[in-house]
Structures are given as C-alpha cells and as structure tokens.
C-alpha cells in the first residue's frame, strides 16, 4: 500500500479558489490511479477526479471546467486546483490511491482535509 499525505483545505468564500496537495510515500509511476474524492455529511465518498491508469484524467461532471487535476512526479504529488468554488463543494476531500498486489487492487486513503465554501 501507500501513505498519503494531503495539505491545502481551507474556509474560502464562494467564487474563490484553494489548491490541494497530496504527497505520496512512493513513486507515482507504482501507483495504478490516484486522485481526489470528496464526502459531504450524509453524503457518499464521491469521485472528483483522478488520474487513471495510462495517465488518463477523469473529472466528475459536477467540477469538470472548474477543478483542475495535475501531478509533480519529482515529487510523487498530486494536486488539485479548485476555482469558482460554490458552497456545494463544501466537504471532506481525501486523496486516493490503487495500487495493484498480483490479483488485487488496494486502496489506500489519505486523512481527509476540510474545504469549506461559503455563501
């Protein structure tokens, strides 16, 4: 598996933007996808985007013109940039990582960073 690290949550006000970082204790090129997912209160972990297998990216309907994901592999680092933030992004953002062991897929979780939009 893989330790993550996330960095970057904050309070900003509707219309504004946040960068989030996510470290991770290996090298990106082991890691099979990796990126951010969110969970609300009383709301399911839900994808916001991610770089998938291939170095594809694949962005939730809800942030795709708005939300920007992009890596360092220097620095094994996934960000994501956040703008024109609206009070429904509001929630726990965690980074997420899959890594494949023989016939399984692993996933592994970082501590989860509060974004919260005001109105």
């Known amino acids: 598996q893989v330790q993550l690290v996330e960095s970057g949550g904050g309070l900003v006000q509707a219309g504004g933007s946040l960068r989030l970082s996510c470290a991770a204790s290996k090298s990106i090129f082991s890691i099979n996808s990796m990126g951010w997912y969110r969970q609300a209160p009383g709301n399911q972990r839900e994808l916001v985007a991610v770089?998938?297998?291939?170095?594809?990216?694949n962005y939730s309907d809800s942030v795709k013109g708005r939300f920007t994901i992009s890596r360092d592999n220097a620095k094994n680092t996934v960000y994501l940039q956040m703008n024109s933030l609206k009070p429904e992004d509001t929630a726990v953002y965690y980074c997420g990582a899959d890594v494949v062991r023989g016939s399984l897929m692993l996933r592994s979780w970082g501590q989860g960073t509060q974004v919260t939009v005001s109105s």
């Open positions: 770089f998938t297998s291939g170095s594809r990216t």
